[in-house]
């Protein structure tokens, strides 16, 4: 999330986020350290709130695993219908952006079983209805990579992973760290959650002190730094034909930063798109037909 209205998107001026400035700035004041725990866990958690969303599941016609994960859960649904003769269909995995659901991912899933492929929807911890209350794109990579990993171990052919937002970040980062998926698709990707630490501290007026000690935090507990998730380094690595796909008027993160995923990814393919924003793209027809012929195509005309 990387545009100048990206903090205004997630930190409006509700009541709450009124509170939550003036009280993580007097922290920041007065015992620095907890200002900086506190800055933290707000960072951390995902915006809008989950219970907001927990009746907008996929619906009566997915099934829902609950697997353990961490110190959360992930949410992993199928579509029923495909449970006895879909076995053999190669897999889709497709994962939501911050502060999202799995049930956003439906137009797109729909649009895949019906060429003959199986999609799953994963719902990441601390969103939708999975468990926990805070996370961040670090174990969103984490979750990507454990989930591709049990569906391999299940016997499942992966054939991509296509995620949304911060979850395209999260997705590039394990891409180039050996996820076992033929393709990978990134939806609005953002090009550095680092760059998104400056907006955090400046919608809640926290000082570059207060935001660099908050970087560290991170990365110390995550043990990633957070220059890793960026195309410059991220892209580099990855092997999988990629499709990147960004909309000129996305106003949370910048069609630039689609444009430095395919500057950095080997033969990376760019669909730009004008007009629909930042979540519009994951339920327009055009979108959802590149993606699947994207997705159905051989690899000998990738």
Request: no cysteine; charged share 20%; net charge positive.
């Amino acid at each position: 999330m990387t545009s100048t209205s990206a903090p205004t998107t997630y930190y409006g001026a509700s009541r709450l986020m009124r509170a939550m400035r003036f009280g993580l700035g007097a922290s920041q004041r007065l015992w620095p350290a907890l200002g900086v725990r506190a800055a933290y866990r707000v960072f951390g958690t995902p915006l809008p709130p989950k219970w907001l969303y927990r009746g907008q599941h996929p619906g009566a016609d997915w099934r829902r695993e609950r697997w353990s994960f961490e110190d959360a859960s992930v949410g992993i649904y199928h579509l029923a219908a495909q449970d006895s003769g879909a076995e053999s269909a190669p897999v889709v995995l497709l994962v939501h952006g911050w502060g999202g659901h799995a049930g956003q991912m439906l137009p797109l899933a729909q649009a895949l079983a019906a060429a003959g492929l199986r999609p799953v929807l994963l719902e990441l911890p601390a969103h939708g209805r999975s468990e926990g209350t805070a996370t961040n794109g670090a174990q969103f990579a984490r979750a990507i990579d454990y989930v591709t990993a049990r569906l391999a171990a299940d016997g499942r052919a992966l054939r991509a992973v296509v995620a949304h937002s911060l979850g395209a970040n999260a997705l590039a980062y394990a891409a180039g760290r050996g996820l076992p998926a033929d393709r990978i698709v990134l939806l609005a990707p953002p090009a550095s959650p680092r760059e998104y630490t400056r907006y955090f501290a400046h919608a809640f007026g926290l000082s570059e002190q207060t935001r660099a000690a908050m970087q560290r935090m991170f990365e110390a507990r995550e043990g990633v730094l957070m220059p890793q998730f960026e195309p410059a380094l991220a892209g580099p690595r990855i092997a999988q034909p990629t499709l990147i796909v960004h909309d000129r008027d996305d106003r949370v993160n910048r069609f630039a930063d689609g444009e430095a995923y395919r500057d950095a990814i080997a033969r990376a393919q760019l669909v730009a798109t004008q007009g629909w924003g930042h979540r519009r793209i994951l339920k327009e027809q055009a979108v959802l037909a590149q993606v699947t012929q994207f997705l159905v195509q051989s690899p000998a005309v990738m």
